[in-house]
């Protein structure tokens, strides 16, 4: 409290000469550390989700006790130079990672593919020790565009980044990006030279898929290299401690948590044959309820907590200056891609003990600014259960897809997916919700860009 | 930047004593004043269409250079006492206005019908200058609920509380609280009643509704009270200043300001008829982009801003105490749920200019806390324009409706509502967005439920 004191006497000094807003000084105290948390597609929507689903709906979130709470504006570049409204995982992670705001799909990379240091690689070059954590292939957009530089998100080994078929579509890959042509490889590629002490997630199959020339893989480039590739859990606290460790935990993306019952996410509602005929007529059945409960296929995977854990363990030996740590909570939007809210709120469940380990660290390291934020925004909304318009004599219901979940009150809470048919929801562009410890009191606006949050994390490293 | 200095040292060194978050001095300084402004459905999504539109993708709204944000957590409860997880304008207007968490629909009244005394009627008591401004009818929900006390929000003239049909369908009305049996009156009744000095909004047509059994008006009963009714916008400044005033101008609620070029809002896409017989197969044809355009019904509609500087004119002449004015932007939600962006973003545009008003008021009168909130999230959507997955071979398009808005740089934003197919949307359940101005810092937690807005306000002004 005494230094909160000294902070405001500061800056009302400051403001007093300068009448501008406060600042962090320009020289970091040592060690001075960054814990950034991104819940992927963790808007306001899935916010109120998790803190529904796991505190109660009068209850708090550990991130709702933070004490500042910022909206950041989620920015992207079209193709033509004009805005686009809505955004993916990479250009938002790039523009979190390097302050510069590009295009759809780039890692790493400008709208006119130059490559970005990002402030993992710049904190790296200043002393800090770094890690990037994420129950993602840390291969994929979020993670990548903090360590790696393509000009597309698919190209995550060797073999895709001359193109070929992704998706069951054609695809370019990023040629001009590959070792054969000159380029810094694929996503893979560059993750086994990045200048990242720790790496963990999930993504192996990327670092066994072969260069189809010279038939190497990313884990073959990588033996002449001072770094640890581990795949069993069990090695994460006894893997050489002088040497980068990446940790490899599932072939893809890490399995979720949660799932719904009997591995049930949102439906259609099924309307009567004379409803097909006027919408005014006949009736509808809604989606039977569904509980949420363990994913079988979740097993033994480590949580994200225990990996922040580790991350953060091995990040601070031997470190007098600190450290930037990113951890992405990567499901919540894969699963609400899917209509999956029980996947969702798992995933949720899993940031939250992230920033209670965050905030633990903090106790005993207190010049660490911890940053919770979102990339963009998802499709999921949660909506009346009954509609507001059950009184009235028509059947009223979503055209897209619902899912009434059982809450642990037994109450119900009904989750809309309705911005495409598609097999995979869109993103929304509303602006994301940001939250930070009592470090950040001062150095956030309630009201930011998101390439600011970028700058606020630099400037607070001193690089 | 004295005073901040000043409120740091204190909430400093009250923190150091009691460990306890800081708290506004118990008894107010004079005058003292609240502004709320309440933009109805004015939720992360419209936060960031109005951004957008009004700003610019790279500006900010005038909320945006407010200097505290916080998440407000919405809450209603069922009638079997259970949460429902989507609320409405009346329970939750009830809530600001009261702190008490009620049912869907209740004006004034808590779960169990008890009328409740709001910040309105307690900051009158207290010698507190009150107003009551609303875009809606002013027997609208949501200024209603500041003012009134019914069992429903449908109750808003001396005819229908009684019961009968409301939007074609049969409505009980709420007999118990009609005059006849001994109740406070349909909502119009109690509002030329009301201790309220100043009310200004639309609805005429509900006070001059007569009692089915006594044929009397609520205009007709308010000529023995001290009350000026004009609805000429030009007698508002002339209105005699010893009397209170109520302004109706509109018989229903007022036009809003902006709408989609042709008329148009969002629309359903027009699908290929392989299309309709499977989803992979086929064609869409996306709604044309549509401009926003001067609605031509808004005529001579005084302006909200006007509206909000004639009622604070008038509120601190020979005020020495202080103030309480509620403030609502109604038809970001009404236009919301007929899936016209047009409409909320003109609506928006205003809600704007208010908080510029009170933000000049301020600079005269320091001691104003300035709150803009919003009641409950909407169904409106920013979705990518193409989708995301424009590239796959599939027909991928919203079940519902959209709307492609040309922005003022011509690029194309495009609003998703599809929550439901019936004639209005539902709302949805997220946090909502909290602004203050700088008299709200170390007052407004980052996090807080809709009661606490109320508890926030209620402190400031002593009650």
């Given at each position: 409290?005494?230094?909160?004191?000294?902070?405001?006497?500061?800056?009302?000094?400051s403001?007093?000469?300068t009448?501008?807003?406060?600042?962090?000084?320009?020289?970091p105290?040592?060690?001075?550390?960054?814990?950034?948390?991104?819940?992927?597609?963790?808007d306001?929507?899935?916010?109120?989700?998790?803190?529904?689903f796991?505190?109660?709906?009068?209850?708090?979130?550990?991130?709702?006790?933070?004490?500042?709470?910022?909206?950041?504006?989620?920015?992207?570049?079209?193709?033509?130079?004009?805005?686009?409204?809505?955004a993916?995982?990479?250009?938002?992670?790039?523009?979190?990672?390097?302050?510069?705001?590009?295009?759809m799909?780039?890692?790493?990379?400008?709208?006119?593919?130059?490559?970005l240091?990002?402030?993992?690689?710049?904190?790296?070059?200043?002393?800090?020790?770094?890690?990037?954590?994420?129950?993602?292939?840390?291969?994929d957009?979020?993670?990548a565009?903090?360590?790696?530089?393509?000009?597309?998100?698919?190209?995550?080994n060797?073999?895709?980044?001359?193109g070929?078929?992704?998706?069951?579509v054609?695809?370019?890959?990023?040629p001009?990006?590959?070792?054969?042509?000159?380029?810094?490889?694929?996503?893979?590629?560059?993750?086994?030279?990045?200048?990242?002490?720790?790496?963990?997630?999930?993504?192996?199959?990327?670092?066994?898929?072969?260069?189809?020339?010279?038939?190497?893989?990313?884990?073959?480039m990588?033996?002449?290299?001072?770094?640890?590739?581990?795949?069993?859990?069990?090695?994460?606290?006894?893997?050489?401690?002088?040497?980068?460790?990446?940790?490899?935990?599932?072939?893809?993306?890490?399995?979720v948590?949660?799932?719904?019952?009997?591995?049930?996410?949102?439906?259609?509602?099924?309307?009567?044959?004379?409803?097909?005929?006027?919408?005014?007529?006949?009736?509808?059945?809604?989606?039977?309820?569904?509980?949420?409960?363990?994913?079988?296929a979740?097993?033994?995977?480590?949580?994200?907590?225990?990996?922040?854990?580790?991350?953060?363990?091995?990040?601070?030996?031997?470190?007098d200056?600190?450290?930037?740590?990113?951890?992405?909570?990567?499901?919540?939007?894969?699963?609400?891609?899917?209509?999956?809210?029980?996947?969702?709120?798992?995933?949720?469940?899993?940031?939250?003990?992230?920033?209670?380990?965050a905030?633990?660290?903090?106790?005993?390291?207190?010049?660490?600014?911890?940053?919770?934020?979102?990339?963009?925004?998802?499709?999921?909304?949660?909506?009346?259960?009954?509609?507001?318009?059950?009184?009235?004599?028509?059947?009223?219901?979503?055209?897209g897809?619902?899912?009434?979940?059982?809450?642990?009150?037994?109450?119900?809470?009904?989750?809309n997916?309705?911005?495409?048919?598609?097999?995979?929801?869109?993103?929304?562009?509303?602006?994301?919700?940001?939250?930070?410890?009592?470090?950040?009191?001062?150095?956030?606006?309630?009201?930011?860009r998101?390439?600011?949050?970028?700058?606020?994390?630099?400037?607070?490293?001193?690089l």
């Open positions: 409290m005494l230094r909160a004191l000294i902070f405001c006497i500061f800056i009302s000094i403001g007093l000469i009448a501008q807003p406060a600042e962090a000084p320009a020289s105290h040592n060690p001075r550390s960054v814990i950034l948390i991104i819940g992927d597609g963790f306001d929507q899935h916010v109120t989700m998790g803190r529904n796991l505190a109660g709906h009068d209850g708090e979130l550990v991130i709702d006790t933070l004490p500042v709470r910022a909206a950041v504006q989620v920015q992207t570049v079209g193709k033509d130079t004009q805005w686009v409204y809505v993916d995982s990479a250009n938002t992670a790039t523009t979190l990672a390097t302050g510069v705001t590009t295009q799909g780039r890692v790493g990379t400008s709208a006119t593919d130059e490559d240091v990002t402030i993992a690689q710049r904190a790296n070059a200043a002393g800090f020790k770094t890690g990037i954590v994420s129950s993602s292939s840390v291969t957009a979020t993670p565009s903090f360590m790696s530089h393509v000009s597309s998100r698919g190209c995550e060797p073999d895709i980044i001359l070929g078929e992704l998706y069951s054609a695809y370019e890959g990023c001009q990006d590959a070792t054969v042509n000159g380029g810094p490889g694929s996503i893979a590629e560059q993750i086994v030279k990045a200048p990242i002490d720790v790496i963990l997630g999930g993504g192996l199959s990327h670092f066994t898929t072969s260069d189809p020339k010279s038939g190497k893989t990313a884990i073959m990588a033996e002449s290299l001072p770094v640890s590739i581990v795949t069993d859990p069990a090695m994460l606290t006894q893997a050489d401690s002088n040497q980068r460790l990446i940790g490899l935990f599932a072939t893809g993306h890490l399995p948590r949660l799932q719904g019952s009997d591995g049930r996410g949102a439906e259609q509602p099924d309307t009567s044959t004379l409803n097909k005929l006027d919408w005014r007529l006949g009736s509808v059945t809604q989606p039977d309820p569904i509980k949420c409960e363990p994913n079988p979740y097993g033994n995977t480590p949580g994200l907590a225990k990996l922040t854990e580790v991350a953060l363990d091995r990040l601070t030996q031997d470190n200056t600190g450290l930037f740590l990113m951890v992405e909570s990567a499901s919540i939007d894969k699963e609400s891609h899917v209509r999956n809210p029980c996947g969702s709120l798992g995933e949720i469940a899993q940031l939250e003990e992230v920033v209670s380990v905030l633990t660290f903090a106790q005993t390291h207190p010049e660490t600014l911890i940053i919770v934020t979102s990339d963009h925004a998802q499709a999921a909304q949660i909506i009346p259960e009954p509609s507001l318009y059950a009184d009235i004599p028509v059947p009223v219901y979503s055209p897809h619902v899912a009434r979940l059982i809450m642990p009150d037994g109450s119900l809470m009904t989750i997916y309705a911005t495409n048919g598609f097999v995979s929801e869109e993103h929304t562009g509303a602006n994301v919700p940001l939250f930070a410890n009592d470090v950040g009191q001062g150095l956030i606006p309630a009201f930011l998101q390439r600011e949050v970028h700058d606020v994390m630099a400037s607070f490293l001193g």
